[in-house]
């Protein structure tokens, strides 16, 4: 069922330089040329029936409701499969399309149920809209004969065998085959949005239905529930769930997701401030009307019983908490900072932002640590993620930030996938990036783990550089040398626009013999053709792009692959239009955001260190207070700081630091060490379990602001219902900087986006207003570029010349041996986001309800591991049991894991080691041993035991006289 | 701070700017890097770890650490 607030002009939009005139029903029109005559006829208010078109896929032609009459044309074309021409003259309405029309009604109805009042497409079904506006009034066929709606024989109660009852297996919609039409817009919709392809047409004629997989259900088929097909069915066959349950929607708001870095828009179609569904936006520019199983239906988190809407303090985490009013937990917060403060220091305290919060919100925490806690000891999630990609693009590039739109993808001819996994993590931008796969691009990947990309429904890599974990950096460097010796350089990109010493000097490293495919294959693993085979590929093509993701990052050498990989697009010239580029995945909603806000100890909003006097000269104007010029704490610093006892305070906003950072026995030994950790959540995460005041948070549907995604795209974030601890987030920060002395008087989130503006000159542009107009807007935004920038670096680089950077490859100190034979790596999953805080409380866990270890099946066997038996696993920091997964997925030799489920305790496992320029932990690399096990760990059952006894303390919470 | 982790990090840095070509770029890449993005009591703890020799340090890191001012304890 399509969105109830957009308007579907039945084909595609066409780009043309060329404008089309025509006459429809007397009205001139003016097209692109290439647009069909239906779309056209949309364009000016023309409604032509239509039932298998839809602006979302391609003309099908199918259904033949849609004909027209053309001057000087036979018969009766349809209107989606027919293009306009110049001066064509077109009839959409006369008596005998009526009386055709009216005929091919008679026939659908023939076979579709009468049950319109209690359907749950009822008031929004394209099937009853078209009978209405055909003007059908008698179906002559009668309903006895062969059907596909009726359970038994009409009349003779025998089972009617072209009868299917409904597939209610999908957690979030049904698929009620009695009222299909057979308009292929659902199988179209897996194809062509999606690029799953688990439905099809199964069988001919009266016997055409339409299929998941080979006749499975849908729960069991390749679907993935993207919903693209529940949105592209024009009748009740696919419907939501929640649709069944509730009714239709009344109004709708636009938003934007709060799950991964694609930062998909959406429509919250609301029932008053009772969300009915979510809708992707057509007119979204970052997912043009797609959407993910996460985004379009994990979202019952936000009103699960787990919420926790009122604040709670305690003096220690073995009391049971206390429900206080807003002002009583405010006032005792903002006393323990001031009394730690006061006893161990001004840098005794600091905070951590949220990546999943909006960018105003995260602007005023990171303000409240720099004006009001007096120091910079403030840091994000990205910290753990992305911070290598900061870091490595600004020395290199100029900027910490990805180069391009995700539309450029459709201009590439060589796509390069460095540790990632779109179609699990980036799923909607993978569709995109699979549309043009199957359009003919090549596609090389460099992953450890057979990813789905690889291998996939009409789509399979040119390369697939199966390399050993911890090599990156040995991958990039041969790649380069083949560029470098070979003479793939692109000369004239480099002379004019790099800097021409830093180039030679790395001309230079990476000509050394030791860097070649062949010296390095026995590091890496891959062999020496196919490594040059595909450098040659990459650098032979117009436009060859780069996307990369945490197989990046999460290493002891991430900063220098990101740097790696920014020298290779410079010396091929793959920077700077469209198709080319390097483009970080991002992996939370808003960790380019958070990281634009100025969450980095070393540096203010708009990427400034925070010693360089002008920028903090700057903020202290505007904040009237004397800011600190020296960096602060990074987050794993202030783990060590807080276990030196010199670190005693943490504010943390939305984030789930005991699950989601290594080494969780360190970390929760930190946050013991603590005396006040505040935490902003909306559960009772792992964190809260250690923390002594608890803000309820608000989710994104509760709040207005901004998140900017991937694409440095700045995206509004609306509020659809009021916050259910009647405070927004942002009110919270401002409420805990007043206690501590420090004003802060925001009204609305828009002026905080304001202030940002003005002290931060990539954003000088920015505000509500223009993003409302624009309806997103991609930093830098300013007066060079009011409307925004969808491509960095096109005529010069940020920081003018490109420079380049020796990456020598230092291979990483966590090495396997005897005791530790296996090599983990770690990742993510499709239904499942990051902590899983969020997607664990919604039907999403019908995919994925525990972590597996994915065991290559001769590794396991020489340890008599078999499928579903439960395996420890055990590192040098820390052991953890879970069901083995047998796979040739992974190479022998590795093991695999996802981390989204605390008591599979994945991170108990990786070790300290991190990236050497930001301490980004090197998750992706942890050597481990494997054995068969009857029961869980050590650590396993230390935690159930902490973690019920803090359940409990939550359920024991009292309740403070003032708020009752 | 734990020093064994702050030697890591440090020898860590050192590994990458180990590949710049002279011992200048080497020493001073390593040391502009200690001065930007470390916190100042992780300077002033290595520092006074390479002032009394700084055994576990590289050789170029400790030549790096020496050059770092200390900032005064606030």
Same mark, same amino acid.
């Given at each position: 069922m399509r969105s109830i607030a957009e308007n579907d002009l039945g084909t595609p939009a066409r780009e043309s330089a060329k404008q089309v005139t025509l006459i429809i029903d007397g009205r001139s029109v003016s097209v692109p040329e290439g647009t069909s005559v239906m779309r056209a006829a949309a364009l000016a208010d023309l409604k032509i029936p239509k039932l298998c078109a839809t602006d979302q896929l391609e003309a099908f032609g199918s259904c033949r409701l849609c004909l *027209?009459?053309?001057?000087?044309?036979?018969?009766? =074309?349809?209107? #989606?499969? !027919?293009?306009? /021409?110049? %001066?064509?003259?077109?009839?959409?309405?006369?008596?005998?399309?009526?009386?055709?029309?009216?005929? *091919?009604?008679?026939?659908?109805?023939?076979?579709? =149920?009468?049950? #319109?009042? !209690?359907?749950? /497409?009822? %008031?929004?079904?394209?099937?009853?809209?078209?009978?209405?506006?055909?003007?059908?009034?008698?179906?002559?066929?009668?309903?006895?004969?062969?059907?596909?709606?009726?359970?038994?024989?009409?009349?003779?109660g025998e089972a009617n065998p072209r009868f299917v009852a409904k597939d209610e297996s999908n957690p979030y919609f049904t698929f009620d085959p009695s009222k299909c039409i057979v308009c292929s817009r659902c199988v179209r919709a897996c194809d062509e949005q999606q690029g799953t392809l688990a439905l099809t047409i199964q069988g001919r004629g009266f016997d055409s239905k339409v299929s998941a997989s080979v006749a499975e259900s849908f729960l069991e088929s390749e679907c993935v529930s993207c919903g693209a097909c529940v949105q592209a069915c024009p009748t009740a066959t696919l419907t939501e769930k929640s649709v069944i349950a509730k009714g239709q929607a009344e109004h709708s708001e636009i938003t934007t997701c709060a799950y991964c870095g694609v930062g998909c828009s959406f429509r919250a179609e609301m029932r008053g401030e009772e969300i009915i569904r979510m809708v992707p936006?057509?007119?979204?520019?970052?997912?043009?009307?797609?959407?993910?199983?996460?985004?379009?239906?994990?979202?019952?988190?936000?009103?699960?019983?787990?919420?926790?809407?009122?604040?709670?303090?305690?003096?220690?985490?073995?009391?049971?908490w206390r429900e206080v009013s807003w002002d009583d937990a405010i006032a005792y917060a903002a006393s323990e900072f001031k009394r730690i403060q006061g006893q161990y220091g001004r840098d005794s305290v600091g905070a951590i932002t949220s990546s999943r919060c909006t960018n105003e919100e995260v602007y005023v925490v990171q303000k409240l640590v720099r004006a009001a806690f007096g120091n910079n000891n403030v840091d994000t999630c990205a910290r753990v993620c992305h911070s290598p990609t900061g870091y490595g693009l600004k020395q290199t590039l100029g900027e910490s930030a990805g180069t391009q739109t995700f539309d450029s993808v459709m201009k590439a001819d060589v796509i390069m996938v460095i540790g990632a996994n779109p179609t699990d993590g980036h799923p909607v931008f993978a569709s995109q990036m699979k549309r043009r796969l199957r359009q003919g691009a090549r596609l090389i990947v460099a992953d450890p783990r057979r990813i789905d990309l690889v291998r996939t429904p009409h789509i399979e890599a040119a390369h697939h550089l199966s390399l050993r974990p911890g090599t990156n950096v040995a991958l990039i460097n041969s790649i380069a040398h083949v560029v470098v010796t070979e003479g793939f350089v692109n000369e004239d990109f480099v002379r004019?626009?790099?800097?021409?010493?830093?180039?030679?000097?790395?001309?230079?490293?990476?000509?050394?013999?030791?860097?070649?495919?062949?010296?390095?294959?026995?590091?890496?693993?891959?062999?020496?053709?196919?490594?040059?085979?595909?450098?040659?590929?990459?650098?032979?093509?117009?436009?060859?792009?780069?996307?990369?993701?945490?197989?990046?990052?999460?290493?002891?050498?991430?900063?220098?692959?990101?740097?790696?990989?920014?020298?290779?697009?410079?010396?091929?010239?793959?920077?700077?239009?469209?198709?080319?580029?390097?483009?970080?995945?991002?992996?939370?909603?808003?960790?380019?955001?958070?990281?634009?806000?100025?969450?980095?100890?070393?540096?203010?909003?708009?990427?400034?260190?925070?010693?360089?006097?002008?920028?903090?000269?700057?903020?202290?104007?505007?904040?009237?207070?004397?800011?600190?010029?020296?960096?602060?704490?990074?987050?794993?610093?202030?783990?060590?700081?807080?276990?030196?006892?010199?670190?005693?305070?943490?504010?943390?906003?939305?984030?789930?630091?005991?699950?989601?950072?290594?080494?969780?026995?360190?970390?929760?030994?930190?946050?013991s060490a603590m005396e006040c950790i505040v935490v902003q959540d909306l559960f009772l995460n792992e964190t809260a379990k250690f923390a002594h005041v608890f803000l309820p948070g608000s989710s994104f549907l509760e709040k207005d602001g901004t998140f900017t995604n991937a694409e440095r795209r700045i995206s509004r974030v609306r509020k659809v219902m009021s916050p259910k601890s009647g405070v927004g987030e942002w009110e919270a920060t401002q409420k805990l900087a007043n206690a501590l002395g420090y004003p802060m008087n925001y009204t609305h989130p828009s002026e905080i986006m304001d202030e940002i503006a003005r002290l931060t000159p990539t954003f000088h542009g920015v505000s509500f207003d223009k993003i409302d107009r624009l309806g997103s807007v991609q930093w830098p935004c300013n007066d060079a570029a009011p409307e925004g920038t969808p491509l960095m670096h096109v005529d010069a680089f940020v920081r003018g010349k490109g420079r380049f950077l020796v990456t020598e490859y230092v291979p990483t100190t966590e090495k396997v041996n005897a005791k530790y034979p296996l090599i983990l790596t770690t990742g993510r999953i499709l239904s499942q986001y990051n902590v899983g805080a969020q997607t664990r409380r919604t039907e999403n866990l019908a995919w994925h309800s525990e972590d597996r270890m994915e065991i290559h099946p001769h590794d396991a066997e020489v340890r008599g591991v078999v499928e579903g038996d439960w395996v420890g696993v055990t590192s040098r920091a820390g052991d953890t049991v879970m069901r083995a997964h047998l796979t040739d997925r992974v190479q022998a030799g590795v093991v695999y894991t996802t981390f989204h489920h605390p008591f599979s305790g994945a991170n108990v496992i990786t070790t300290d080691n991190s990236d050497w320029a930001t301490n980004c932990p090197e998750y992706k690399v942890t050597a481990v041993e494997v054995t068969r096990v009857s029961q869980p760990s050590e650590w396993q059952k230390r935690y159930r035991e902490f973690s019920d006894r803090q359940q409990e303390l939550l359920r024991a919470a009292v309740t403070d006289v003032s708020v009752k | 701070m734990n020093l064994e982790r702050l030697v890591i990090m440090a020898n860590d840095i050192g590994g990458f700017f180990g590949g710049e070509p002279t011992a200048e770029e080497r020493i001073a890449g390593v040391s502009n890097h200690l001065a930007k993005f470390w916190d100042p009591r992780m300077r002033r703890q290595i520092v006074a770890y390479a002032r009394e020799g700084g055994a576990d340090l590289s050789d170029h890191v400790r030549a790096a650490v020496l050059r770092l001012d200390v900032p005064p304890k606030t």
């Open positions: *027209v009459q053309i001057e000087g044309m036979k018969g009766y =074309p349809a209107s #989606c499969t !027919t293009p306009v /021409a110049e %001066g064509m003259k077109v009839t959409t309405q006369n008596g005998k399309l009526a009386q055709l029309r009216r005929g *091919v009604m008679e026939l659908y109805i023939s076979d579709h =149920p009468l049950d #319109c009042l !209690t359907c749950p /497409a009822n %008031g929004h079904c394209e099937l009853q809209d078209m009978a209405g506006a055909v003007g059908l009034r008698e179906v002559r066929y009668g309903y006895e004969g062969d059907n596909h709606v009726h359970k038994y024989v009409p009349g003779k936006n057509k007119d979204g520019h970052a997912n043009h009307g797609h959407s993910c199983v996460k985004g379009r239906f994990a979202i019952g988190y936000a009103t699960h019983k787990d919420r926790i809407t009122k604040p709670m303090i305690r003096a220690k985490i073995s009391d049971p004019a626009r790099c800097d021409l010493a830093s180039f030679d000097k790395w001309r230079i490293f990476v000509s050394q013999e030791r860097h070649s495919p062949e010296a390095m294959q026995d590091v890496t693993g891959v062999p020496a053709a196919e490594v040059r085979a595909a450098a040659r590929l990459f650098a032979s093509v117009p436009n060859a792009a780069i996307y990369y993701g945490l197989g990046v990052t999460e290493h002891s050498q991430g900063s220098t692959m990101v740097m790696g990989i920014a020298n290779l697009a410079m010396a091929t010239g793959n920077v700077g239009r469209e198709g080319v580029g390097v483009n970080p995945l991002r992996g939370q909603n808003n960790v380019q955001g958070s990281c634009d806000m100025g969450s980095f100890p070393h540096e203010l909003p708009g990427y400034r260190h925070v010693s360089d006097d002008v920028a903090r000269g700057a903020f202290e104007a505007e904040w009237n207070v004397k800011l600190s010029p020296e960096q602060g704490l990074r987050i794993p610093n202030m783990f060590e700081a807080a276990l030196d006892g010199e670190f005693k305070g943490l504010y943390v906003q939305g984030e789930d630091i005991a699950q989601s950072d290594p080494n969780t026995q360190h970390v929760t030994a930190s946050l | -």
